[in-house]
């Protein structure tokens, strides 16, 4: 392996390393070898490799990429080292954490997160703990982290009202701890605002933060749903 980078060994000897390339294309090489220096397993992707390691006792490995172009950007990888293969590639549901782990046990591959615990893909890659991840961001004491969490459930189908407003006051607590004093993020923190009162029909509310949203930044992409709360408003 030419540039050997982020080494991990397990209890068992064994051990992986990621070759980044440091060429212009997006790719690496992720590989595992066993305690006398044999590969067990490499993997070479057309993707930068962020993150990646092996199990306590030898059974699995993994690697996350960054984004690219190609099918293997923004997935998590999960290799079975008994069997020699890769058993999934997937979309990271959960985001990319601070880390991962795999409990052996259960065969689950954990995404793991400072301050809100770790989340589970079981072993053919399906995220089990979405709801539980959604409330541990909305929860968070980071406002980017609360912001985009809110966004994202703001988003889905079926969203029920006690849920919206759960949403509502995370952005709002979002707000209050420091989203308000960065310009970056107030913008979106008001869209986001008035996304969660449009959907729950208060609409007045909604055009209010719209407003505020469109005068801080013309592009946040707002100036429809405010035409539109606007024409319900004077419906009513």
């Known amino acids: 392996m030419p540039r050997p980078n982020d080494g991990w060994v397990c209890d068992t000897g064994a051990f992986s390393l990621i070759d980044r390339h440091f060429g212009d294309s997006l790719s690496g090489t992720f590989s595992v070898f066993d305690p006398t220096g044999a590969v067990i397993l490499s993997r070479e992707l057309t993707a930068n490799i962020l993150t990646s390691g092996i199990s306590r006792h030898g059974k699995y490995a993994f690697c996350a990429t960054a984004n690219s172009p190609t099918d293997h950007g923004n997935k998590v990888f999960l290799f079975d080292l008994v069997n020699r293969i890769e058993t999934y590639c997937v979309?990271?549901?959960a985001g990319w954490p601070d880390s991962y782990e795999v409990d052996e046990g259960t065969e689950e591959l954990m995404?793991?997160?400072?301050e809100m615990g770790s989340f589970r893909y079981d072993i053919d890659g399906r995220f089990l703990d979405a709801d539980r991840l959604g409330n541990a961001k909305l929860n968070s004491s980071r406002y980017d982290r609360i912001i985009l969490a809110a966004e994202s459930l703001l988003g889905e189908v079926g969203l029920t009202d006690e849920r919206a407003r759960e949403v509502l006051a995370a952005?709002?607590?979002?707000r209050s701890l420091g989203a308000d004093e960065n310009p970056a993020w107030k913008p979106t923190a008001l869209k986001v605002q008035g996304l969660?009162?449009?959907q729950l029909g208060q609409y007045p509310e909604a055009a209010r933060v719209y407003e505020e949203a469109l005068a801080?930044?013309?592009k946040i992409g707002v100036k429809r749903r405010l035409a539109?709360?606007?024409k319900l408003m004077k419906a009513e």
């Open 171 to 174: 952005v709002q607590r979002a």
């Open 111 to 114: 995404a793991v997160f400072a």
């Open 91 to 93: 979309s990271p549901e």
């Open 228 to 230: 539109a709360v606007s």
């Open 196 to 198: 969660a009162h449009e």
């Open 216 to 218: 801080l930044n013309p």
